[in-house]
């Protein structure tokens, strides 16, 4: 399991593959794609690694929204206000948006750029 460049078992490059693990964040087929990368990729630590992180990145965005989501949900219920709740929704999707670019462009790039907490993880299960 040392292969870090080259081809993948689907066929593409180790590059296109690792940076197509990231669109999960903003793709629903995103997430397909990096279930089949860990299922039938054995070889390529780079492309693995990627799709683990992505999909842990993918956990914590979720858990994250939704305890933010609530919490703004019921000072904006207390407050009897819907701004809060839409200011924050649009600047988390912003956040959301621009670090999925930037995790694409990393495994673009072939480097195996570590998240805090989640990346470590991912490098194990690689």
């Not at 799709?51 to 993918?58: D, G, N, R, V």
Request: hydrophobic share 60%.
């Amino acid at each position: 399991m040392q292969n870090m460049n080259g081809k993948t078992a689907l066929g593409l490059d180790a590059n296109v593959g690792a940076a197509l693990c990231y669109i999960n964040i903003c793709l629903p087929i995103g997430l397909v794609y990096s279930i089949i990368v860990l299922v039938t990729e054995k070889s390529n630590r780079l492309v693995r690694f990627h799709a683990f992180q992505s999909l842990l990145l993918l956990a914590a965005l979720i858990i994250v929204g939704f305890i933010f989501g609530l919490v703004l949900g019921f000072m904006a219920a207390a407050m009897n206000s819907t701004v809060i709740p839409l200011g924050f929704n649009g600047l988390f999707s912003l956040v959301v948006l621009g670090l999925s670019i930037f995790m694409a462009m990393k495994g673009y790039n072939g480097e195996m750029f570590k998240l805090p907490v989640i990346g470590d993880m991912a490098e194990k299960w690689a």
